[in-house]
């Protein structure tokens, strides 16, 4: 394996480190009780600013670390281009899916934690705009390294 092919494999392995670690002390500091509770107030402001700004490192991190291994220019722009084709991917398989999602019952004001893993959802223009906000933060990373 080239020194290219594996800075942008070690990128993304960081990007998916980051997040799974940064999730996870999200997840135990808040417990499931406060994670989860759902209200107009927190769902949005924290499910969509907080889980943007972890992605946005996430993607600085992977960035930078690809830069650092490659030692070419070049090298995190392929790094970008996998984000966002991967990402783009992604959100046409869940936009398609129809709709599918978690069914809340009347009055419910916590959701279990596996259900909000596996039946989760997000609005449709957080799916579509993540994969450029990866890309970005991944060009971002890249330019901090000083590639």
């Known amino acids: 394996m080239s020194r290219e092919t ?16 940064s999730l996870s002390v999200v997840y135990l500091l808040l417990n499931p009780v406060g ?13 969509t600013i907080g889980s943007m700004a972890l992605a946005l490192l996430a993607a600085i991190a992977g960035g930078w670390v690809c830069a650092a291994i490659a030692g070419q220019a070049g090298t995190p722009k392929v790094l970008a281009m996998a984000v966002l084709v991967l ?6 398989r869940v936009l398609t899916s129809g709709g599918e999602g ?9 959701l279990p934690i596996l259900n909000v893993l596996t039946q989760g959802w997000q609005q449709s223009w957080i799916v579509l705009l993540s994969p450029f906000i990866g890309a970005t933060g991944v060009l971002a990373g890249a330019r901090l390294k000083g590639s």
Not at 6 to 21: E, Q, T, Y
Request: zero cysteines; a negative charge.
């Open 87 to 92: 990402g783009l991917l992604l959100a046409a």
């Open 35 to 47: 994670l989860y509770f759902i209200s107009a107030a927190t769902e949005g402001l924290f499910a």
């Open 102 to 110: 978690m069914e809340r019952e009347q009055g419910a004001t916590i």
């Open 6 to 21: 594996s800075a942008v494999v070690l990128g993304l392995i960081m990007m998916l480190v980051f997040m799974f670690v």
